[in-house]
């Protein structure tokens, strides 16, 4: 029975319904998810490079022939057989 006179009361509005009070002083809690960037920044640019990347190994442009008398030469000093290489 209690639980009805409760309900006919709210019906009624028998009792005034109360705002909540403010706080006083907000929460210091900013946008909620996103995670503070406490890093600094870091001392070694990653974005590029400072200087232009030189080619690792410059190497002169050699003909065929070139390398072929390089390599019989080669061959020669060390007394092997070239004929093992030609198939």
Known sequence: ????????????????????????????????????NRQRPSPIRRDKPGVEPAPKAKSPKATEKEVVERFISLMDERGEDIKKYIK
């Open 1 to 36: 029975m209690g639980i009805i006179k409760k309900y006919v009361d709210f019906l009624e509005g028998a009792e005034p319904m109360v705002k909540p009070a403010k706080p006083k002083t907000k929460p210091g809690v900013g946008d909620p998810g996103v995670k503070p």
